[in-house]
């Protein structure tokens, strides 16, 4: 096995200490979340924007950026490892900046920074899809419920391998009805779901998110532990072509995808919280609940657009996996498709272990030139988003 010089493991623990400081979606959590929800839907007083607060930064930003600038990244000797910590100290250096700047119009401009926007034809398609497809969710589960579905499916991966460490709680002190914190998977108290949702939820957050996060910390390179530059969009693509390739992709759950992606667009066209919420009710058909939801997920902080991503890069995954490419390398930790090279030439010099844990579905889906439905989508230059989002891989 190659080694690796000290530089990288200093600048490694600089970076994941860092980064655990952060904690992005916890710092991006209003406080008053249910109480603007609550005065919000009174349609008394609709017109009225939610007024988020938040709590104070746990970490100190200067500290945080006299960390980056005095990690040893140039001592780095490997070519390949010094870009790619290079990437990521930029990418921490913006989330800082985006963070301090929660509550203000440089909040947006930072998440753009770091997250872009969904692409015309993108949007054009997300509306499309909401107009032509329906769905009633019987939200039936309650956040116990679901965690005890969670564990069950984390379960199957126990019996596979013997130190598959994975944790679901419900917490009281969440915006979002879920998410995952490195191998923990958190559940908002007092949530409902659906069955179809929470089987969906399931194989997003284990199958992605556990996964790969187990992988990267069996890395001598902790980088691949908290993920490169651009690695939630990967994180969350990867996240969607999990649900498709266990079947799981519902027609309320397309419908979810489509909504983030037309919210994300209207906010960053200048939309304000109360018209993006009409957009999606009256103009859409979804319930006021959910359609707050979204609304919350995508102005919380005063503009955040990540929640796009959970499409932007699942046509590349999938051609990836079609083609016979190696789905080891995209699960060996939290990558990004751009980098799949340098991960390749990572693993051949034996700096990148292989998977230690690997999804269950890569025993059950037809390599993609063997299934016929997804060759005629592969030959189209484009996929559009519900042709995506409706493909049988098995």
């Known amino acids: 096995m190659a080694d690796i010089d000290e530089a990288v493991n200093q600048v490694d623990e600089t970076l994941v200490e860092l980064s655990s400081k952060m904690r992005l979606f916890y710092h ?8 603007e929800a609550s005065r919000f839907l009174d349609r008394r007083q609709s017109k009225r924007q939610p007024r988020f607060e938040y709590g104070p930064l746990e970490f100190s930003a200067p500290d945080a950026r006299r960390h980056l600038e005095h990690a040893p990244f140039d001592e780095i000797g490997d070519d390949v490892l010094r870009d790619l910590y290079e990437d990521k100290r930029w990418e921490l250096d913006q989330t800082v900046s985006m963070l301090e700047a929660r509550g203000n119009s440089h909040f947006l401009d930072r998440s753009l920074d770091l997250f872009g926007r ?7 398609e997300a509306e499309d899809l909401l107009t032509r497809t ?3 969710e019987d939200r039936i589960l309650e956040a116990e419920e679901v965690r005890e579905l969670l564990e069950e499916h984390a379960e199957t991966y126990r019996r596979r391998y013997r130190d598959f460490d994975c944790e679901v709680v419900v917490d009281g002190a969440m915006s979002a009805k879920m998410y995952v914190h490195e191998n923990r998977i958190h559940l908002k108290e007092g949530s409902r779901f659906s069955r179809e949702a929470a089987l969906s939820d399931a194989v997003h957050e284990i199958d992605a998110h556990v996964l790969t996060f187990l992988n990267g910390r069996r890395q001598r390179c902790r980088l691949f532990e908290i993920g ?3 690695t939630l969009a990967y ?3 990867l996240g969607v072509f999990s649900e498709i390739a266990n079947g799981l992709m ?3 759950r397309m419908i979810a995808l489509a909504a983030r992606v037309v919210a994300v667009a209207a906010m960053v066209d200048g939309a304000e919280f109360s018209e993006v919420f009409e957009a999606l009710t009256t103009g859409h058909g979804l319930d006021e609940d959910e359609a707050f939801l979204i609304c919350l997920r995508v102005f919380r902080g005063g503009g955040f657009t990540k929640d796009w991503l959970y499409v932007s890069q699942l046509e590349r995954i999938l051609r990836h996996w079609a083609s016979g490419g190696n789905m080891e390398h995209l699960l060996l930790g ?3 498709m751009d980098i799949l090279d340098g991960v390749e030439d990572l693993s051949a010099r034996g700096i990148l272990r292989r998977a230690g844990y690997l999804p269950q579905y890569l025993d059950r889906i037809a390599r993609g030139r063997d299934n016929e439905p997804v060759q005629r989508a592969l030959q189209r230059e484009r996929i559009p988003l519900r042709d995506l989002l409706s493909l049988n891989l098995h």
Request: glycine fraction near 6%; hydrophobic fraction near 40%; avoid cysteine.
């Open 28 to 35: 991006v959590a209003p406080l008053n979340a249910a109480r």
């Open 118 to 124: 969904p692409p015309a034809a993108m949007v054009e």
């Open 134 to 136: 329906s769905w009633e």
């Open 228 to 230: 490169p530059r651009g």
């Open 235 to 237: 994180q969350e693509s």
């Open 250 to 252: 519902f027609p309320g």
């Open 334 to 336: 939290k990558i990004t």
